[in-house]
């Protein structure tokens, strides 16, 4: 048998191509008739901010390697130019559906709801037009800018991802067509773009957008004009921030000033209202210098991100999914400290299912506890108010060593995190910044406790980030142990993170980027040669993105040999499945739902001596070669029965899950005559019946008191 | 060993868990462990920070260390203080070795780092150096014991010498210190090379050349079987051989062929890479590994063994036998001791002369504990004092005390302090020659008034002992030492004429009692 070159371009697929086609499955959430009006506003609007972003990132760098000349090609065989011509092909499409969907289906959906969103100024009642220029003159004219171009002002700058009406104007008195001129003002983003109007008499809520109250006096703003047409436009910028670290002698310093840098930039996209005058058009088409490949004609609303604003509005919930609780974990309890509960076993953490209140009581209760000596965490992005963050504080208050290491290089996060880093350090905590090069991605908390039989090292490792309010959004898994070996890895990791030499060897945990994508390699050619020895070999992967090459060939490998393998990837997936010869043993599903599925698991078969592991990292260059990220094997038995419930539940959803085809498109499962299984609405119901049984199991010990004896 | 002054007090003192840091400045690394006595285990660690700092190449090239290097060591250290504080330890040891000896100013330069790292640091001799480095193999017990039992030797690669230390049936016979470092030798012979096999081939040759001195003087027709080797940062080589159940990792001479064999066509980047490490630890690889090659074709060993401990194992396990939180059944005062009766060996003393005059200078030792108030360390010196005492003679009959100076001076004693070497040196020099009041005496050395005070003290028990034993012919046996009240009585049961050993005693009285105040009278029984 020939060998089969499994590096050949077709068996893969394009990263950004495969990125778009999940923003189609989110998309596909939002054409989905079964969920309730609000949440199919959020998934719309979801995929705007998610194409929002994948321009700045992808696109950017990809215009900048075409500016620079570069032409190697990626894994599926594709130079950049090529990547993105099949982008723009790609994005027009999804930019059409996604306005297809909000003007066909949710627009009369929020009408049938009893919330008209009025689309056109025009079309506003005499009440509604006068509500409307009333609130134009008290609230949006003042803060108004209309700049003009002309001889002697230029073009003005035009920030990135503002919403802006464009205009053509003329001088009163002279001929209209003569002599058009540019004029331009921006939406202000520090006013709602959502303005209610006031409710008609038989109470029906309606809406109208910012841009249309302005549109509706544009003339106010022009006074000595008349205004020949105005139309919403709005650009995207190069936002890819390519830190050069061994320039940068202060990090810090380096970040805040590429922040102030970030509005200046390349336009790579310009979003435009369908119907805008051709004339406006050129105008901006040539100062913004935008190719026509570029432009996207909008037949809708600009930016739908502002249906997240919606989503939130009051007196609406029934058309918005049950706000989901998360449930308190199976066995732990308020009465024991956590250090105690601990002790008595590895704690599996699933989020969002299960509260992430333990996570963020380890580091309370470590800032308080007399015995804790030191505690030491990795941040990536912290949420708004974080009570970690509060509590790390405290505990430096406390007299506890606290070692903070703060990323700063978390996309769009920086500011947040810089804020962070100087607080931590005011309160006493000493913080580091990690390695020059590398992001840490890693979510690992260490607490050391002295205690009657020596030091004792308390350890959770996670798949997500500390961030209270995204894990109540994210599924993400999480261990909380005490193991030995754990700790010691883990006091090792801190130690490395803080510039010195790592360990003479690991105990248990795996790190990127020296040692995990090696671990990764062996663990699947492992199975390879369980297969070909005949012995039982799987591989089940969950993880968020699998673009490696390297594993993905290997993955191939393996498949050829006969190793079954499932995997459960969220979001791009470069592997083709079902690819004769080459990937016929693999399956590859997506899981798109109400939480974003985050979590990173493992399982390898291993000849029946099964392993199970968990990650921050997933299966892509930037995680492997780039990154701090940590691998950890799951050992307890009872969790590791967990973790395969977990695992087995997703390749059994039949709801959410999308299945990739061998021509790389995703398809739902047919789910005529199968019982539905929505893992998620599954894991939700099972962690509600888990905490109230829960407490019968572990009940506190109550003594009786005795009763006098009768007589 | 430095109290913080924290740790006491409030809190849970009851727990009888006891923390040490140990720390090592070394050549290229500068390491800390941190061990937990007494709690699940009697001996752990549990902390292990190392960073690369090459202070050795500074100091071995232009005689001190750069100040931006010693910057960057006053960094690591305050943070190891920090991290110790963490862990609440209450007592560490810091040392430094080589690269600090070498530096001409030493003394300014510690001065310094203590004052900006609040660290006390001591500066170890080569031969407390190699002692700690020895124990800290001798940590892993069991093995150890088992590998000593046949011919072995200890290698202690060092930046800028490696020490050779010689054991059969269990015990050290000789240590020796040859000047030939892993980072010297690529400093000197870097520009001289032309390609690696030349530079191969000139480190073999300096080294053999050294190598046929020490064979003929102490390995004669013994085949060291064992060949222990620390230092040189070797270990990383070895990794792939590590057996779970075995704490020494030890290689046949053919794997170890295996291993040289790859390497040796390697530059630094390579074996940087291949083996992950730093490229600094790479360079020192290469000459580490020739050292070897070279070692066990000379001693006829046969398997390498790569402990994969530090200085600071050494030092944790130093601290852990003093404070009798381990035992070991091991006894390296025994090492101390049999390395001073080869040195006697060597220059042919009177092995039962010194054998007599031990137990008598000892028991006299012991008697007078209150009196002198001298410890266990002093007792030690004593003993190596009265175990050298004679080697003088074997130069010169005439010059005896100069020449037992000079000699105890210019060999290193595997266990001791250069101070305590002198100290020993001046006893010696004082048993028979006129003794030298501290106001002279401290003009040639650098020994303190205290370190004096043991001299004199050491000096008025050995110059007594000695007399005793004037006629080498053990007439003394079974003496029995007593004090009462302001004399000390040394009775001997003999029957032979005492009168020469009498007349001597009387002599050399006088600078005893002027010493202790204690007037020493000696009686022969000579019936039962």
Redesign the interface.
């Known amino acids: 048998m020939a060998a089969i070159d499994f590096d050949k371009p077709e068996y893969y697929i394009n990263r950004e191509c495969s990125w778009l086609g999940f923003n189609s499955r989110v998309l596909s959430e939002a054409r989905d008739k079964n969920l309730p009006m609000l949440e199919r506003l959020k998934f719309l609007s979801i995929t705007s901010s998610n194409l929002d972003e994948f321009f700045m990132i992808r696109v950017a760098s990809l215009k900048d390697m075409v500016h620079a000349k570069y032409t190697k090609k990626d894994i599926a065989g594709m130079t950049p130019t090529e990547q993105l011509a099949a982008i723009a092909v790609q994005a027009h499409e999804l930019v059409a559906q996604q306005y297809s969907t909000y003007n066909r289906s949710l627009l009369p959906l929020m009408k049938q709801c009893g919330l008209e969103l009025v689309t056109e100024h025009e079309k506003l009642t005499k009440q509604q037009k006068a509500f409307v220029d009333q609130y134009f003159e008290e609230n949006v004219y003042p803060v108004l800018t209309p700049m003009a171009m002309d001889s002697a002002r230029p073009f003005p700058l035009i920030r990135n991802k503002t919403l802006n009406i464009g205009a053509l104007i003329s001088k009163k008195g002279e001929k209209e067509k003569a002599k058009a001129e540019f004029a331009t003002v921006q939406v202000p983003s520090v006013l709602p773009r959502i303005v209610q109007l006031p409710e008609d008499a038989d109470g029906k809520r309606s809406v109208i957008l910012l841009e249309e109250i302005i549109e509706q006096n544009i003339d106010k703003l022009f006074l000595n004009y008349n205004v020949v047409c105005a139309h919403p436009y709005r650009i995207m910028r190069n936002a890819d921030l390519a830190y050069d670290e061994d320039e940068a002698a202060d990090l810090l310093k380096e970040i805040e000033k590429k922040l102030k840098k970030r509005q200046w930039g390349e336009v790579i996209r310009l979003e435009i209202e369908e119907k805008m005058e051709p004339k406006l058009l050129k105008i901006l088409k040539s100062e913004l210098n935008v190719k026509e490949e570029d432009i996207y004609r909008i037949s809708g609303p600009l930016d739908l991100t502002f249906l997240m604003k919606l989503y939130g509005m009051e007196g609406m919930d029934k058309y918005r999914n049950q706000p989901y609780k998360p449930q308190s974990v199976p066995g732990m309890n308020d009465e024991e400290d956590i250090f105690t509960q601990i002790r008595k076993g590895d704690i599996l953490l699933h989020h969002p299912y299960m509260t992430f209140e333990p996570v963020v009581n380890f580091v309370k209760q470590a800032a308080k506890d007399p015995d804790v000596l030191a505690i030491k965490q990795t941040l990536y992005r912290v949420s708004g108010h974080s009570p970690i963050v509060a509590a790390l504080a405290q505990a430096a208050e406390n007299g506890k060593q606290v070692t903070v290491l703060v990323e700063l290089k978390a996309r769009f996060d920086e500011e947040n995190n810089i804020l962070w880093a100087k607080m931590l350090e005011q309160a006493g905590c000493h913080v580091i910044y990690g390695l020059l090069g590398l992001k840490t991605h890693s979510k690992i908390t260490l607490v050391v406790r002295r205690e009657e039989d020596g030091i004792r090292r308390y350890v959770h490792l996670g798949t997500g980030n500390y961030n209270d309010s995204t894990a109540k959004l994210y599924t993400d898994c999480g261990i909380l142990t005490c193991a030995e070996p754990i700790g010691e890895d883990a006091t090792a990791v801190f130690n490395m993170l803080s510039g010195y030499s790592e360990p003479k060897h690991w105990n248990s945990l795996v790190l990127a980027p020296l040692w995990m994508r090696d671990a990764f390699m062996r663990l699947i050619q492992r199975e390879t040669h369980h297969a070909k020895a005949g012995e039982p070999a799987r591989i089940i992967a969950k993880m968020n993105s699998l673009c490696d090459k390297e594993i993905i060939a290997a993955l191939y490998e393996a498949s050829a040999a006969g190793v079954e393998i499932d995997l459960i990837i969220r979001g791009i997936c470069c592997l083709r499945a079902g690819v004769p010869k080459v990937s016929e043993h693999i399956r590859v599903r997506s899981i798109v739902g109400n939480f974003l599925e985050h979590a990173r698991i493992f399982y390898f078969e291993n000849g029946g001596d099964e392993e199970f592991y968990m990650a921050s990292a997933d299966w892509m260059p930037r995680n492997l070669d780039k990154r701090v990220e940590i691998l950890f094997p799951v050992e307890s038995p009872e969790i590791r029965e967990k973790v395969r419930h977990i695992l087995q539940i997703q390749l059994d959803d039949n709801v959410k899950a999308h299945v990739m085809q061998p021509d790389g498109s995703y398809e739902k499962i047919d789910k005529r005559g199968k019982a539905l299984l929505c893992a998620q609405d599954y894991f939700c119901e099972e962690a509600v019946k888990l905490a109230q049984t829960a407490p019968e199991e572990g009940k506190s010990r109550v003594f009786i008191p005795a009763e006098p004896i009768e007589d | 060993m430095v109290d913080f002054g924290f740790g006491k007090g409030k ?2 003192e009851s ?1 009888s ?1 006891k ?1 040490f840091a140990a720390v090592a400045i070394g050549s290229t ?1 500068t390491e800390m462990k941190i061990f ?1 006595f ?4 009697a001996m ?1 660690e ?7 700092l090459n202070i050795g190449v500074d100091a071995y090239n232009m005689g001190h260390i750069s100040s931006e290097k010693i910057e960057d060591l006053c960094e690591v250290l305050k ?1 190891f203080r ?1 991290i110790m ?4 330890v209450t007592e560490y040891k810091a040392c430094a070795t080589s690269a600090f000896r070498e530096s001409r100013n030493m003394l300014i330069m510690r001065d310094y780092i203590e004052k900006q790292t609040g660290l006390k640091i001591d500066v170890l001799s080569n031969s407390e150096q190699r002692f700690v480095d020895y124990k800290s193999i001798a940590s892993v017990t069991a093995e150890f014991e088992q590998i000593i039992r046949n011919p072995a030797a200890i290698v202690d690669i060092g930046g800028d010498s490696l020490q050779i230390s010689l054991f059969d049936k269990d015990k050290l016979i000789t240590t020796q210190n040859v000047r030939v470092g892993s980072v010297t030798t690529r400093e000197r012979l870097a520009p001289l090379t032309k390609n690696r096999a030349h530079f191969e081939k000139m480190v073999v040759e300096i080294l053999s050349h050294e190598l046929a001195g020490f064979g003929r003087l102490y390995q004669k027709d013994r085949q060291i079987k064992n060949l222990i080797v620390i230092g040189g940062g070797i ?1 990383e080589l070895t ?1 792939p051989y590590e057996q779970q159940n075995k704490k020494i990792t030890s290689v046949t001479l053919d794997q170890f062929q295996t291993i040289y064999d790859r390497i040796i066509g390697m530059n630094p980047e390579e074996i940087a890479e291949r083996f ?1 490490i ?1 490229s600094e630890q790479a360079a020192g690889v290469v000459p580490s590994a020739i050292f070897c090659k070279c070692m066990m074709g000379d001693f006829g060993a046969e398997t390498l063994w790569i402990p ?1 401990y530090s200085l600071c194992d050494g030092l944790a396990y130093d601290y852990a036998l003093k404070n009798r939180f381990i035992k070991s059944t091991h006894s390296f005062e025994e090492d101390i001791l049999a390395s001073a009766r080869s040195i006697s060996k060597r220059y042919k003393c009177s092995q039962a002369h010194i054998r007599n005059l031990e137990e008598l200078a000892l028991q006299v030792f012991d008697r007078m504990k209150k009196i002198h108030g001298m410890g266990k360390r002093e007792r030690l010196l004593l003993q190596i004092a009265v175990i050298l005492h004679n080697c003088g003679k074997f130069i010169s009959l005439e010059d005896v005390s100069e020449c037992a100076y000079n000699i105890i001076m210019a060999t290193e004693i595997i266990g001791l302090s250069d101070v305590e070497r002198e100290m020993i040196a001046y006893t010696v020099k004082f048993n028979t020659s006129r003794f030298v009041y501290y106001d002279e005496l401290s003009v040639r050395t650098s020994i303190s008034r205290n370190e004096y005070m043991s001299v004199a003290k050491l000096t008025a028990i050995l110059r007594m002992v000695n007399a005793l034993d004037r006629t080498h012919r053990q007439k003394c046996k079974n003496a029995v030492v007593t004090l009462k009240e302001h004399e000390l009585k040394i009775t001997v049961a003999s029957q032979e004429d005492l009168s020469l050993e009498i007349g001597t005693f009387n002599e050399k009285a006088e600078f005893f009692e002027e010493v202790f105040n204690v007037h020493p009278v000696f009686k022969q029984r000579k019936q039962l």
Not at chain 2, 46 to 52: F, G, K, N, Q
């Open positions: 809190g849970k727990m868990i923390m690394v937990e007494g709690g699940r285990k752990k549990i902390e292990c920070v190392s960073a690369r943070d920090r504080l963490g862990y609440k270990t990794h992950e730093s994969d």
